[in-house]
């Protein structure tokens, strides 16, 4: 398998129904654009729709709750076929989903799920998000080798399900190894601008030379802190190691210029495997797993990071 293939292939798939997708009206409920990962979805979601006939109703919630419940309220009114929907946050969403299950329209939730009765939606297409915490924690685990290590930890969005699970499973990572400590922890809400301040505020409180490692949620938040990092007068990657989560293009660019160590590749094609299990549950009632999980990968200097970003620029990132 390329890395093509790679990048756009989900762990499930349902084969689609012919002829049927044409037919179909879908309500996409966007988060918002705060990452170049977020941009890749949109786009790939928008192109995996187009490729199979379906009419995508798109709301963009620019990061507030409010908006995507308002969305998905007028989708139901309009009466679509089914509902995509990538939660801000994990709590809150009962009411408008039984909104959506007494109007007969599905709801498959991507990249991130719900704390909501699992009756209330068809599937969740998800990577396993605390693993992926615990392979960056496992990464800094190996790369340290023993030696004391004080983390610096940039968070996602306060109350996601990312944010809360990529911290757990980082944290299990690090039972049990004392020369490991996280001294500083708190959200950039998952964004370049953000990443960069509270990295800045990190420096100036542990200074530089006491911060061994940066443990970011997602790739732009860590490339913020690059910058925070650069401008201290410091070399990201050699005097302060980078990991973090998502594995886009500016991420592979960081680790073949020596300013980061490694990510976590996070596909962004979750609308392939959404959309196979919607069409196959509309067509005939097929019902899929109530989890579809997608590839998780770990990158680092020992891969060709130049091409995988050349391809992933190519793929719309």
Known sequence: MNIKTTLLAGAVAFAPVAGFAADLTIGF??????????????????????????????????????????????????????????????????????????????VVLMDRTVDAP??????????????????????????????DCRVVELQGTTGSSPAIDRKTGFEQALEGHD????????????TRSQGKVVMESFLK??????????????????VGAIQAIKEAGLKPGEDIKIVSIDAVPDAHLAIANGEMNATIELTPNMAGPALDAMEAYLADGTMPPKWIQTESKLYTAEDDNKAVYEMKKDLGY
């Open 29 to 106: 409920s966007q988060i918002g654009s705060e990452s170049g990962w977020r941009a890749a979805e949109t786009t790939v979601t928008k192109q995996q729709a187009e490729e199979r006939g379906i009419d995508l109703k798109f709301a963009d919630a620019q990061q507030k709750q409010e908006n995507q419940i308002k969305a998905i309220r007028s989708f139901i009114a309009q009466g679509v076929d089914g509902i995509l929907i990538a939660p801000v946050v994990a709590t809150g969403w009962d009411e408008v989903l039984e909104e959506a299950k007494d109007a007969d329209i599905p």
């Open 205 to 222: 409180a542990e200074g530089g030379e006491n911060i061994c490692a940066l443990y970011a949620h997602n790739d732009d938040m860590a």
């Open 179 to 190: 020369n490991l400590e996280i001294v500083r922890s708190q959200t950039g809400d998952f």
């Open 118 to 147: 699992d009756d209330l939606y068809l599937t969740a297409v998800t990577s396993d998000l605390v693993h992926e915490g615990n392979v960056a924690g496992q990464w800094l685990v190996d790369e340290v080798a023993g030696a």
